[in-house]
């Protein structure tokens, strides 16, 4: 069973956003969000792409880091590379079956809405999730860093604190300076960026 977020439409058409989909291996969707993780740090890998450059490689291990900052704690233990010409769920992007790792990864090619940057799938037994994957939009033209050369570009380290976001069970959150607002942002200053920390909590059972 896959509970489906919603696509937000965009005030400008420069905004790109991120999508949720929840999707449960055993029960269906926990009620009122109460599926997390039972322990941590959650072993993570990327694809080779996800890290290509040294700006890749600093976006990435930023967004690892705004999480743990925020938490005080190791959320993430990141293991390298997904190693596999195939890809780390069975079934269709559209339809994905078993997650069988944590993966953060370019989906090539995407399969749903242009203006989708990312999709978080999360599988859950019970109220315990177990696996969960990222798919980023290979065909975004994202900036690297702050994006002190494009002041409106779209953040890679930003789409991808928001996407951990949702890996780590966080939903929505309607505060324009919150990391889980829908509408990713222009820039790539983490300057101001908020985080509910009742949700956080809840999120993480701490």
């Not at 999707?23 to 694809?47: H, M, Q």
């Not at 809405?113 to 019970?126: C, D, E, K, L, P």
Request: hydrophobic share 35%.
């Amino acid at each position: 069973m896959i509970c489906q977020g919603w696509p937000v439409s965009s005030l400008r058409s420069r905004f790109l956003f991120s999508l949720l989909l929840l999707s449960s291996a055993l029960t269906g969707c926990a009620k009122n969000g109460a599926t997390r993780w039972e322990t941590f740090p959650i072993t993570v890998y990327s694809d080779n792409q996800m890290i290509s450059t040294p700006d890749a490689q600093a976006d990435f291990q930023d967004a690892l880091n705004f999480w743990e900052q925020k938490t005080g704690r190791k959320i993430f233990n990141y293991k390298g590379t997904w190693n596999s010409n195939n890809p780390p769920y069975t079934g269709t992007p559209e339809n994905p079956g078993t997650i069988l790792e944590n993966v953060i990864f370019f989906q090539n090619p995407w399969h749903t809405s242009s203006n989708v940057v990312g999709q978080t799938i999360v599988t859950a037994q019970g109220t315990s999730i177990d696996h969960a994957i990222i798919m980023i939009n290979p065909y975004i033209e994202f900036c690297h860093r702050d994006c002190s050369s494009r002041e409106w570009g779209n953040s890679s380290r930003k789409n991808l604190i928001h996407e951990l976001g949702h890996f780590i069970g966080l939903k929505h959150n309607q505060d324009e300076n919150n990391v889980m607002y829908p509408i990713l942002q222009p820039g790539g200053s983490l300057e101001g960026l908020t985080v509910n920390e009742t949700e956080l909590a809840e999120a993480l059972g701490i």
